[in-house]
């Protein structure tokens, strides 16, 4: 998505890596379950929404006792769908490398630091980041579960206007 600011066309970027599809995903190994999991984010304007959490592991979605639909995909990863979704700014996130946590979007990951804190939020950017996805999130569900901003519910007024605490995820 090639828009213009400025300082001239940029793309939309969650910390450099291009959003693809309106959507974006934060992969990780949950550091209880050792599953491969993912929190799904849409995208509008600035803001961005988490709307599923999906792991090979039903014990994932357990661990964040949220209200929401739980489904499978055909490759048998579990999908909670979340109730109350949250819109965020900005994120800040701790890092360290049990989890491996990683943006991904279009087919691209972006591992995010190994230790610390990682703030995220969405640019404009012309200095673009990312790589093909390793193994882990490219023969997995991450790239292959059907969940893209036609299929999410739109940021509504009432999400916006909504607190942003959120629980740290595993």
């Not at 691209?108 to 390793?134: H, I, K, N, Q, Y």
Request: glycine letters at 12%.
């Amino acid at each position: 998505m090639a828009l213009c600011s400025a300082g001239g066309a940029g793309r939309l970027t969650v910390n450099g890596l291009p959003v693809s599809g309106r959507a974006f995903a934060i992969g990780y190994v949950h550091s209880i379950y050792q599953a491969p999991s993912a929190e799904v984010f849409t995208v509008e304007g600035r803001r961005f929404t988490m709307r599923a959490v999906v792991s090979g592991s039903g014990g994932v979605l357990d661990y964040y006792a949220l209200d929401g639909e739980r489904s499978r995909t055909p490759d048998g990863a579990w999908v909670l769908r979340l109730a109350e979704p949250a819109t965020y700014e900005e994120l800040s996130l701790l890092t360290t490398s049990i989890g491996r946590r990683t943006l991904i979007s279009g087919g691209r990951c972006l591992p995010l630091s190994r230790s610390g804190e990682v703030r995220l939020a969405l640019e404009l950017t012309l200095d673009v980041r990312g790589e093909p996805c390793p193994r882990l999130y490219s023969q997995s569900f991450f790239l292959k579960t059907a969940y893209s901003a036609t299929e999410a519910t739109a940021t509504s007024i009432a999400d916006m206007k909504k607190p942003h605490g959120w629980p740290e995820p595993g």
